[in-house]
């Protein structure tokens, strides 16, 4: 009879304890806090200012003398806003406020036909020129409402096309005053305008945070194909400002952009 031989193997010893180490927390010297404020407080300047760098000071109601005008200027200049809109009997004086356009750190936006773009097509191209020899940066032309809506598009073809190639290398917006038009009519007028070569569209911010603002603002974004950057304007307040960015503005127009500025700014200030 054959017996089977087994090996004694060694009993499995217990894994060692490991020693417990109490969690190390960092303690900040009071100057590192401080440096840490400080940097914390250059960011959200940075970001606010970037926010402020898209709001556009409208100063194209009729009530606005030279006085306020030129005062404006000087807040535009001082906050950091992007760009002031004026009518183009201001142009020339603004652009001596806001100094050589090459070194212009708030640009300045020339508002042609405004408010209905009722003016025949060669004045609006008179015009366009005029501002950009008074120092336009931008040029801002409203829409020949009247032509749109009795559906004479082919008219408003012509004119995007001669007041692009009136502005040269000056960006062309146009204003397509959404709050007079339909909701077809605003997307037909927007994708024109983009086969025109214009670089910007102006609608208001009623029209893209009412009823219905996101679908249409979406609905414009297809029609021009990326081919414009859209301004919204209207915006008062900062939630307001907020809710047209979030639908894809880029360029925030309003009559309150100094004080919404100031509250973004000073908002940034208290945040740290």
């Known amino acids: 009879m054959q017996f089977s031989s087994t090996k004694n193997t060694p009993a499995a010893q217990p894994a060692a304890a490991q020693p417990?180490?109490?969690?190390?927390?960092?303690?900040?010297?009071?100057?590192?806090k401080l440096i840490y404020a400080q940097f914390r407080r250059k960011i959200n300047l940075d970001a606010s200012r970037a926010q402020v760098k898209k709001l556009e000071y409208n100063l194209c109601d009729p009530s606005n003398g030279l006085s306020a005008i030129k005062s404006a200027c000087a807040d535009a200049t001082a906050l950091g806003l992007g760009g002031v809109c004026v009518?183009?009997?201001?142009?020339?004086?603004?652009?001596?406020?806001?100094?050589?356009?090459?070194?212009?750190?708030?640009?300045?936006?020339?508002?042609?036909?405004?408010?209905?773009?009722?003016?025949?097509?060669?004045?609006?191209v008179k015009a366009v020129k005029r501002a950009i020899k008074d120092g336009a940066d931008e040029v801002e032309v409203t829409v020949p409402v009247a032509h749109i809506r009795d559906g004479n598009l082919s008219y408003v073809k012509r004119e995007l096309k001669k007041l692009r190639s009136a502005c040269k290398k000056i960006a062309l917006r146009i204003d397509t005053e959404s709050a007079?038009?339909?909701?077809?009519?605003?997307?037909?007028?927007?994708?024109?305008?983009?086969?025109?070569?214009?670089?910007?569209?102006?609608?208001?911010?009623?029209?893209?945070?009412?009823?219905?603002?996101?679908?249409?603002?979406?609905?414009?974004?297809?029609?021009?194909?990326?081919?414009?950057?859209?301004?919204?304007?209207?915006?008062?307040?900062?939630?307001?400002?907020?809710?047209?960015?979030?639908?894809g503005a880029s360029v925030i127009g309003s009559k309150n952009a100094a004080d919404v500025a100031r509250t973004i700014l000073a908002a940034a200030e208290m945040d740290i």
Do not use: W, Y
């Open 180 to 247: 007079l038009l339909t909701r077809s009519e605003i997307i037909r007028i927007c994708a024109i305008a983009a086969e025109c070569g214009v670089n910007s569209l102006k609608v208001r911010s009623g029209g893209l945070t009412g009823n219905g603002g996101t679908d249409i603002f979406a609905d414009i974004k297809t029609a021009v194909k990326d081919k414009c950057t859209i301004k919204a304007e209207g915006a008062a307040t900062v939630l307001e400002m907020s809710a047209a960015i979030d639908l």
């Open 20 to 32: 417990s180490v109490a969690p190390q927390t960092e303690t900040l010297s009071q100057n590192e």
């Open 87 to 124: 009518m183009p009997a201001f142009v020339r004086q603004c652009s001596a406020i806001l100094g050589a356009q090459q070194s212009r750190k708030c640009r300045l936006i020339a508002c042609v036909g405004h408010p209905s773009g009722s003016d025949v097509t060669a004045i609006k």
